[in-house]
Nanobody, 123 residues
């Protein structure tokens, strides 16, 4: 499966953004999707993940209550709704997919990755 992330941008503290991850291939509905982020000079970190059916989600503590992951399998698309953004949310955001685990919080658990989309939150 190929993934394409989009929706990043420059926003002020407290604003909202919705990231999208569009997948090619008919097997998208079989994959767990994860969102990760990587700030400059930091390691890639887990943000959120959602089961293939969308019935279960799991979040990093740092985004819990502010971010919401969802998916529309009919559109081969996953989303990350980000509210109450903070400067520390600034990073390159990646979507990823894998078929084996839930929740999977390690980047090494994911076999498919999209290119990043940059989110910058100004103070």
């Amino acid at each position: 499966v190929q993934l394409q992330a989009s929706g990043g941008g420059l926003v002020q503290t407290g604003a909202s953004l919705r990231l999208s991850c569009v997948a090619s291939g008919h097997s998208f509905r079989s994959y767990t999707v994860g969102w990760f982020r990587q700030a400059p000079e930091k390691e890639r970190e887990f943000v959120a993940t959602i089961k293939p059916t969308g019935g279960s989600t799991y979040y990093a503590d740092s985004v819990k209550g502010r971010f919401t992951i969802s998916r529309d399998n009919a559109k081969n698309t996953a989303y990350l709704q980000m509210n109450s953004l903070r400067p520390e949310d600034t990073a390159l955001y990646y979507c990823a997919a894998q078929a084996a685990l839930f929740p999977a919080v390690r980047p090494s658990s994911y076999g498919y990755w999209g290119q990043g989309t940059l989110v910058t939150v100004s103070s």
